[in-house]
């Protein structure tokens, strides 16, 4: 069983996912902690009702290597082997992605290569713009290079004539809590003889 630490900014709605998995066996792992920079993120409030540990770190108090640093420190405490970046609206050093060397994936609301760099609404509205016929998820390796780490999934799904922002953010949504307990899977099988 593996240990997952996530780090999240937003409303962590994928983490939902990976709890529900958890809950009905499907996934054989664990949250251990999860870490924000926001002192109000949902995702803070998400962990406490399901009774997982969660700490906000905040970053005004920190150089960004200090502050990296620092989460690494309470990950290693909680003995995390995974960390998971789910809405995480900071870019990590050099000296934490070093650290965390394929162990730390994230999800991205594209497929990427296409539509990097953004977060959130932007890439969805990114994607609307195109003209693109299909979207989807990425779950990737994080390296130095923001969204260009290896990529372990990719999930797809067709953009309709009607969608907007809200709707197409929604339906990717939905594939990537699937994508994201997929690549933990996938994780635990490769790295259980370690």
């Not at 620092?70 to 000296?95: A, C, D, F, N, Q």
Request: negative net charge; aromatic residues 6%; contains cysteine.
């Amino acid at each position: 069983m593996r240990r997952l630490g996530i780090l999240g900014s937003t409303r962590g709605t994928d983490m939902l996912a990976i709890i529900d998995a958890i809950q009905k066996k499907t996934l054989s792992t664990s949250i251990e902690i999860v870490l924000s920079n926001k002192k109000d993120a949902v995702i803070l409030e998400r962990a406490r009702v399901h009774h997982l540990n969660s700490e906000f770190v905040d970053p005004a108090l920190f150089t960004k290597v200090a502050y990296d640093k620092k989460l690494s420190e309470i990950l290693h405490t909680y003995k995390v082997e995974l960390v998971i970046l789910i809405g995480y609206m900071r870019i990590l050093s050099k000296p934490f992605i070093n650290e965390w060397r394929n162990h730390i994936i994230n999800v991205h609301p594209s497929l990427l290569p296409a539509f990097a760099g953004g977060m959130d609404k932007n890439v969805h509205q990114a994607v609307l713009e195109s003209g693109v016929k299909e979207t989807g998820c990425t779950v990737h390796y994080v390296t130095e290079d923001v969204d260009a780490g290896p990529i372990l999934i990719q999930k797809k799904c067709p953009v309709l004539s009607d969608d907007t922002t809200e709707t197409l953010k929604e339906r990717v949504q939905k594939l990537e809590g699937a994508a994201l307990i997929e690549a933990i899977s996938t994780f635990n099988a490769e790295h259980q003889h370690e």
